[in-house]
């Protein structure tokens, strides 16, 4: 049975930092595409980044430079490292695979705040 369980979210002051972390079980994670979104209130879902098998890395626009997605294969997970947060990164971010088909986990709460 396929599950990516996200953790790590959480509040945080702007300026700071969290680190979001995906498990995936059941077979999916080899020559998967990775990627983080996140959906804010009212608001489409958006993608944050990606990262392939082999490690290359895409980011949008407004978090070059402050995120960085990894994954470590052996260990079957993918994290994302979020610096400089500000209030508008404030989300549920959802980690998802790509392999074959979209496999998505349940999302984690950031809220960005003084």
């Known amino acids: 049975q396929v599950q990516l369980v996200e953790s790590g979210g959480g509040l945080v002051q702007p300026g700071g930092s969290l680190r979001l972390s995906c498990a995936a079980s059941?077979?999916?994670?080899?020559?998967?595409?990775a990627r983080w979104y996140r959906q804010a209130p009212g608001k489409q879902r958006e993608l944050v980044a990606s990262i392939t098998y082999g490690g290359t890395t895409v980011y949008a626009d407004s978090v070059k430079g402050r995120f960085t997605i990894s994954r470590d294969n052996a260990k079957n997970t993918v994290s994302l490292l979020m610096n400089s947060l500000k209030s508008e990164d404030t989300a549920v971010y959802y980690c998802?695979?790509?392999?074959?088909?979209?496999?998505w986990g349940q999302g984690t709460q950031v809220t960005v705040s003084s």
């Open positions: 998802n695979l790509a392999r074959l088909r979209d496999y």
């Open positions: 059941g077979g999916i994670f080899s020559g998967s595409v």
